[in-house]
């Protein structure tokens, strides 16, 4: 690893400064490049972005505010008077009464949202103010400007197929007695109520859910239903390669993986997180409960005992699928076991924010210990924070260098006055108010040069460093 001397050579753009932005608005586009967020002018509301206004609208829901995966695209819901209409890319299209879960596939060049168009309104008083709810309506999916099927409730979940060539949601009818997968706008069979999360495989071509079955749950994929079960945890899973089938069954009050169509062996649980599988789609692993010990099952050989997992409760792959990481309980405190080998114990060990460098030649992650955070890199420990943003922990390209966000404290030592640091191979910047985008980001353009957008001083300011 390169250490650098010196802090990096860092240059700041100002992209936007904060006038009159709505509370909460303010979003980052993917790429780190871009921001959008809402104006309030007199009685109207317009989306900026990049400094640049809208159209004015007496309302904009600023949680249908969004960019494409790609960056180049925005759009958002509005109202004009009683009705709703969708802003994608400055165009307005539509007439609701309701607009939500505004989204673009991952191609970015398709747009979907879902729409109640209301029937009957009912008005009730609630904390000393009069609501108006929907008592009777329908509502529907709009995908490429096309309305689909009508239902009268749905779940709010819009998934779109990895390829962007599909989507899929949950549905009812007759009041909310039947439910049904939607995919492809075609429904179904009805089932008592709303399954997991709609699953597609990586290429786009297979799909997958669980449903309730009488009493009972089955695992359907492809249409093909599987079971029924006594309980299924969480959705189905694909491998990388589309081609394996993964979920977790009960048998009774046992639970077993179900890899393929096949039985594992029976667990007292299986963790949270459920089954991982390698980039190959060669190894599974999984955490499991037998008696009083909870073991890591690896390509189906369980690990020796432990006294229990962290929370977070998973198997991390290496990108080269040669190394195996999990986080477990030891003596009140929490241990990184990396190939069977026990690291530093820790009060806390942040499985999540377990980073491999892209060669999977080195590793970090955020441990806590007396009340402090740090990153733990290739076993070492960095300086403490008050806090470290979880996901922007990262490595570069070439696995040469790690960066990640911190909040240290001023001279105040108070949290509440904290402020932000990016540490690059433990060298901090200046520090600023805060890192904008959800999640916090930090975006590697080559293995030496890297982006990041900031708040200082009521400004946003796009941030550049040569490492």
Partial sequence: MR???TAPAVTKKLIAKEDSWIEGSLIASPDSLHIACLRQDAE?????????QGGSYDEIDKDTLCFSPDSHRTAYAARNGDKWLIVVDGEESGSYDSIEDVRFSPDSRRV????????????????GREQVQVARGRRFVVFDGKEGKSFSSWTGNLVFSPDSLRLAYWAASDGGDKWFAVIDDHQSRPYGDCGSRISFSPDGRRVGYTAPFGRKWVAVVDGRQNGPYDALQFEILFSPDSRRVAYVAAKGKKWAAVIDGEWGPLFDDIGRVSISVSANSRRVGYVAEAGDKWFAVIDGQRSKPYEGFSGYDAISFSPDNRHVAYTVKSSGKEVL???GIGGKPYDEVYQETLRFSPDSQRFAYVAKSAGRLFAVIDGKEGR???AISNYSLGFSPDGQHLVYIALRPTDSSSVDDAKCVVVVDEVETEPFDDVVGVP????????DTLHYLIEKDSCIYIVSQTL
């Avoid at 979907?112 to 904390?127: D, F, G, K, L, T």
């Avoid at 916090?440 to 293995?447: E, L, N, R, V, W």
Wanted: proline share 2%; net charge negative.
């Fill in 337 to 339: 076991v990396m190939d």
């Fill in 384 to 386: 403490a924070y008050e």
């Fill in 440 to 447: 916090t980001k930090i975006m590697f353009d080559t293995a």
């Fill in 3 to 5: 250490l650098p001397a």
């Fill in 112 to 127: 979907a949202y879902a729409v109640i168009s209301v029937q009957e309104r009912q008005h009730r008083a609630y904390e």
């Fill in 44 to 52: 109207k509301q317009a989306a900026v972005v990049d400094g640049k």
